[in-house]
């Protein structure tokens, strides 16, 4: 009954960490086996789900913690930091998804960085701490992250740039 009242939520969290649904369904159990393993340790005074969704963005940090060591920040320098200023909203389901599509493909050392501080709210210095990096890559990262978006959402024209 937990899984199944929590799965679309908990999905949708791990979407937005990977870059394909196989690898979000692996979070997703992942996530699962930690809530049920830890069961013991949940305060009834504190919201489930809310409980859940913390151990399932956890579980997307820790998989991406563990490779932080293979994403080379250094090989992105190269990319300007453009901030994207026009943010496009979906009017339906089809475009919901490509705009998952577009999140889905920003390149990993980016995306983890973008998820924490756009959907779970981190701070930089936060993010930092969490990945052992300095707050320099935190930033840029996002920025970068924000380009590439915007890059992917004009192509697929669910947003339009507008040039001054």
């Not at 199944?4 to 949708?12: A, D, G, T």
Request: aromatic content about 10%; hydrophobic content about 35%; glycine content about 4%.
């Amino acid at each position: 009954m937990v899984f199944k009242s929590n799965y679309s939520r908990v999905m949708k969290i791990c979407l937005r960490y990977c870059k394909d649904k196989h690898e979000a369904e692996e979070l997703l159990n992942d996530t699962f086996l930690k809530v049920f393993s830890k069961i013991g340790q949940y305060d009834e005074n504190y919201n489930l789900e809310k409980w859940i969704n913390r151990i399932a963005i956890n579980s997307c940090i820790d998989k991406y913690r563990k490779s932080i060591n293979e994403i080379d920040f250094l090989s992105i320098s190269e990319i300007s930091e453009n901030l994207l200023k026009n943010q496009g909203k979906s009017k339906d389901h089809s475009m919901g998804d490509e705009v998952l599509n577009a999140v889905q493909s920003i390149p990993d050392s980016y995306r983890l960085i973008f998820n924490m501080f756009v959907f779970e709210g981190y701070t930089h210095h936060e993010i930092a701490e969490k990945l052992s990096i300095p707050v320099g890559t935190s930033k840029s990262a996002v920025a970068r992250a924000r380009k590439y978006l915007k890059k992917k959402l004009v192509q697929k024209k669910l947003l339009y740039e507008i040039r001054s």
